[in-house]
């Protein structure tokens, strides 16, 4: 059911903050009626046997490293574990740094497209100059252990490289609660006890199973193909998107932002659509892109969803378009 995404600097504790709340929630979940339990699933690079130098980019060249294949072949990899239990009765803990914006945006979706609540818990483990210091503490087990030497206490969690864990650090996008994204955030600090993890922790599970939990809906953009009664499907897909396209270029400011507001249908009958614009003026290549990556979601296998008598209502394209626009510009802004 819901996602609980961790995020934090490398070596700033989240692996135990997740481990915490693996057993907090597989308690709460016991004491449940059976027939409302849930399953629990615990998804990290561990779990997944992803190493840590898929991250190292030091010998990547600058000019490649926003490609690094082997980074996004692990995100790919934890993608599809994620999706392969998320369901109405599965609970996934997603231990990681998930550092960038653009990643749990990504997640964000995944738990959304299956109308289930999802959360972003960040981890603040003291500090870089904390963090810092657990690594090169890690480092030193390794060297010890690599000598032959035996070493009490050990620390099973593997250290970053030096230069690795300062370009991670570097990357790292803090959430932003404004967002829809990094909503509701959870912080735990590095100080935080016993009784104020578990209060934390207690606010999650309400936010994500408790009665007060807010209602997902999925996107309403890809929804299932129809045929319009009056025209063809592709031809009025086309003709409604360069409209709405069109309107927009004709009413927005000059200095951009703020609402534009169309008509649902293009002979201007009743109802209203709102477009939500970024802080900036749209311009024609942004519009026509997004436009084109929206039909070509739509005129494949996904389409847009029959309305009424067989037929694709115009007021439900171009309601499910502006969707669309207002989840990209959200995303871009």
């Not at 740094?97 to 109308?115: D, H, P, T």
């Not at 590095?190 to 993890?197: F, G, L, N």
Request: aromatic residues 8%; contains cysteine.
């Amino acid at each position: 059911m819901p996602l609980i995404i961790i995020t934090g600097l490398p070596t700033s504790g989240k692996t135990h903050r997740a481990q915490q709340l693996q057993s907090y929630l597989s308690e709460r979940i016991a004491s449940l009626p059976p027939a409302q339990q849930y399953r629990l699933h615990y998804i990290s690079d561990q779990t997944l046997s992803i190493p840590r130098s898929v991250y190292d980019l030091s010998s990547v060249p600058a000019h490649a490293r926003s490609a690094n294949s082997s980074e996004k072949d692990a995100r790919a990899k934890i993608s599809g574990a994620v999706k392969r239990v998320l369901s109405p009765k599965d609970i996934v803990i997603l231990d990681g740094m998930n550092y960038i914006k653009g990643w749990r945006y990504q997640l964000f979706c995944e738990a959304k497209n299956v109308s289930t609540p999802s959360c972003l818990v960040q981890v603040a483990g003291g500090g870089r100059e904390r963090s810092r210091e657990v690594n090169e503490k890690r480092l030193r087990r390794r060297e010890a252990r690599e000598r032959g030497e035996v070493v009490e206490g050990e620390d099973e969690e593997e250290p970053y490289e030096p230069g690795n864990w300062e370009n991670l650090v570097f990357r790292y996008e803090e959430p932003n609660p404004m967002t829809r994204w990094d909503s509701p955030l959870f912080l735990l600090l590095w100080e935080d006890e016993e009784a104020r993890t578990r209060e934390v922790f207690a606010q999650i599970w309400e936010s994500i199973c408790g009665e007060g939990r807010k209602v997902v809906r999925p996107n309403q953009a890809a929804m299932q193909r129809g045929k319009e009664g009056g025209g063809d499907y592709l031809y009025v897909l086309e003709k409604e998107t360069q409209d709405i396209v069109k309107r927009i270029l004709e009413m927005q400011s000059e200095e951009g932002g703020g609402e534009v507001r169309l008509s649902r249908d293009s002979d201007g009958g009743e109802g209203e659509l709102v477009v939500e614009l970024p802080g900036r003026k749209v311009g024609l290549p942004q519009l026509q892109r997004y436009r084109r990556a929206f039909v070509a979601l739509n005129r494949g296998g996904i389409g847009l969803e029959a309305m009424g008598k067989g037929g694709l209502g115009t007021g439900r394209l171009r309601e499910s378009f502006v969707g669309y626009l207002n989840d990209a510009f959200e995303k871009d802004s």
